[in-house]
């Protein structure tokens, strides 16, 4: 359904890939309810992925940053308010990347330069991000950023790795930043925790399937899905949550708020009758 929610607004999406991604369906789904957009990735991820593709569908223009790098980020901000001719509305974060679970590094035996990246790549740039557009004045009075976080930042998820310390940051830096930008400007800063999403991101985490498989028998509404979290995250662009900011906001089937549900506990007990039946595997 369209309700043209965000008819007039203009926005900056980090981060869409390909059509797996939430910022993918982000983007898209803005343009439906009246907004205009730009897209920004890195340089690799362009030449990787298929932005170009989505930017063309949507009538708009690829920007290519480095969101590590605050230069990138400046040009990439002016670039973006001399193609809207003014001020932004809404900026996505979805970003992020961890070379040790890509390289397999068990967390107890973590790489630091490794570390480094994972943290300057999926949460210090948001800082950055945040920090340059206020520099800029960049955003509207009332504007959004949102960042997108998963879970982990608050419970052990194993094999989820150092990414679990970047998602804690990222939301820290939300909850400070929105404090400031809030008694300044007005603007609103939130983290989103979404469910387990079958990203080319998200696929890399060791074990994923089996995490999706968990959370989906936990959850009481089951995974909130990419296309699902783009419309949460239209609304957080809206006018209809002005006064919702420094939240780390779960969207995830009521999965944050469970301790053991009945499919999960059938499935667990599946594997004593399993080993009752096969004492010598």
């Not at 043209?4 to 991604?21: C, T, W």
């Not at 939430?22 to 343009?31: C, D, F, G, L, Q």
């Not at 991820?45 to 605050?70: C, F, Q, W, Y």
């Not at 399937?209 to 089951?222: A, C, I, T, V, Y």
Request: one cysteine or more; proline letters at 2%; aromatic letters at 10%.
């Amino acid at each position: 359904m369209v309700c043209r929610l965000l008819e007039g607004k203009k926005g900056l999406i980090f981060g869409a890939l390909n059509d797996l991604s939430i910022a993918w369906k982000v983007a898209e789904r803005a343009v439906d309810e009246g907004a205009l957009v730009v897209l920004s990735n890195t340089p690799m991820a362009l030449r990787m992925g298929e932005t170009h593709k989505l930017a063309e569908k949507l009538n708009t223009i690829v920007i290519p940053a480095d969101a590590t790098s605050v230069d990138d980020i400046n040009e990439l901000l002016s670039k973006t308010m001399d193609y809207f001719g003014g001020k932004i509305d809404f900026i996505l974060h979805s970003i992020g990347m961890s070379p040790n679970v890509r390289k397999s590094k068990h967390y107890s035996d973590l790489d630091y330069g490794y570390l480094n990246k994972t943290l300057d790549v999926s949460a210090i740039s948001f800082h950055k991000v945040i920090q340059s557009a206020r520099k800029m004045d960049a955003i509207n009075e009332w504007g959004s950023i949102l960042g997108l976080s998963y879970v982990a930042a608050q419970r052990t998820f194993y094999g989820y790795n150092d990414m679990a310390d970047a998602k804690a940051l990222l939301e820290s830096i939300g909850r400070s930043f929105g404090y400031i930008y809030g008694r300044e400007k007005n603007v609103r800063i939130n983290t989103i925790s979404q469910s387990p999403t079958p990203t080319t991101a998200g696929q890399g985490v060791k074990g994923f399937d089996n995490l999706l498989d968990f959370s989906e028998r936990m959850s009481p509404l089951g995974n909130a899905t990419a296309d699902e979290c783009a419309d949460y995250c239209l609304t957080m662009f809206s006018d209809y949550t002005r006064k919702v900011t420094m939240q780390n906001l779960f969207h995830d089937g009521g999965f944050s708020s469970m301790g053991m549900s009945l499919q999960a506990m059938q499935q667990y007990n599946k594997s004593f009758e399993y080993d009752k039946e096969h004492p010598f595997d």
